[in-house]
């Protein structure tokens, strides 16, 4: 089970100012067999999906979500900085509940159609690795996406094709 669930998805809460206008949802194509949860909605200005895998005992072994934010026309997003803050601040959610992090350099990816910047981070406990948790930021015109998806270690690296083609069908 992941025990750190609170730790595993700092949500884009940074001061982006919201647009008046509202657009569709993110569409994602969960893996099979991954639980689609219902959560409560944040606000008009925020969107989040979010999908879990479990084990044969329900317990939760990854986890995926996508959170879209709209952005206030005309304002720049600092995609770098804020990445980089999502990461401290997982790190620092990691150490609190007595775990060890280290995250690679940001860099290039996609999401979906949009180029991208990513970090995954290498959780530890007592230099045993045991989750994995990656970062994947976003933006266009209005709007600032992030998927972040975490995971018990093994489990993380034996997902990667499925995790792959759910970012890969990410329509924005």
């Known amino acids: 089970m992941i025990r750190p669930f609170k730790s595993l998805f ?5 001061s982006l100012c919201a647009a008046s206008v509202w657009a569709a949802e993110p569409a994602i194509t969960w893996p ?10 944040a606000s008009p200005e925020v969107s989040r999906q979010r999908a879990v895998k479990n084990d044969a005992d329900g317990n939760q072994v990854m986890v995926m979500e996508l959170t879209m934010t709209r952005v206030e026309s005309g304002h720049q997003v600092n995609l770098q900085g804020v990445l ?7 790190q620092k959610d990691f150490f609190q509940g007595g775990y ?5 350099k940001v860099h290039s990816a996609t999401l979906g159609p949009l180029a991208a910047l990513e970090t ?5 406990e007592n230099g045993r690795h045991v989750l994995s948790q990656t970062l ?13 998806y975490a995971g018990q270690a093994e489990i993380y690296k034996a997902s990667e094709g499925e995790i792959m083609a759910a970012r890969n069908s990410v329509k924005l």
């Not at 099979?32 to 909605?41: D, K, N, S």
């Not at 060890?100 to 690679?104: F, I, Y």
């Not at 994947?136 to 972040?148: G, I, M, N, T």
């Open 10 to 14: 700092v949500f884009f809460g940074l």
């Open 32 to 41: 099979a067999g991954w639980q689609v949860q219902a959560l409560p909605e």
């Open 84 to 90: 980089l803050e999502m990461r401290k601040s997982v």
């Open 100 to 104: 060890q992090s280290v995250c690679n």
């Open 120 to 124: 995954t981070c290498v959780v530890t």
């Open 136 to 148: 994947v930021a976003a933006v266009e015109a209005d709007k600032a996406y992030v998927l972040s």
